[in-house]
Nanobody
Framework: QVQLVESGGGLVQAGGSLRLSCAAS????????MGWFRQAPGKERESVAA???????YYADSVKGRFTISRDNAKNTGYLQMNSLEPGDTAVYYC????????????????????WGQGTQVTVSS
């Protein structure tokens, strides 16, 4: 089992930045792929970014050039640096992880992740 805990959410003005963290525990050494997803009220959960064990990264078109995903395997922690935030980025952000290796579009599919955090709220005011 793997446990994931997100932190770093909050309220920020448009154009501002936030950095989310995702701390993994339990059998964290078995994680190959980590991802970030978000869900706004009344909408489906959507992909944001993903990163594999080799540090290859993948992004949804809506966040390319603004968000950066990273991970520190030694610390079993993933990060999502969010810059140039927009009101449309307002959502609950979830960290996800899986022991399987995914790349490209597979890594951005929420159906491919077994482990999820509880979510952290990000609110961007205009």
């Amino acid at each position: 089992q793997v446990q994931l805990v997100e932190s770093g959410g909050g309220l920020v003005q448009a154009g501002g930045s936030l950095r989310l963290s995702c701390a993994a525990s339990g059998r964290a050494f078995s994680i190959n792929t980590m991802g970030w997803f978000r869900q706004a009220p009344g909408k489906e959960r959507e992909s944001v970014a993903a990163i594999d064990w080799n540090l290859s990264t993948y992004y949804a078109d809506s966040v390319k050039g603004r968000f950066t995903i990273s991970r520190d395997n030694a610390k079993n922690t993933g990060y999502l640096q969010m810059n140039s935030l927009e009101p449309g980025d307002t959502a609950v952000y979830y960290c996800a992880a899986d022991r399987r290796y995914y790349s490209g579009s597979q890594s951005l599919s929420r159906n491919n992740y077994d482990y999820w955090g509880q979510g952290t709220q990000v609110t961007v005011s205009s």
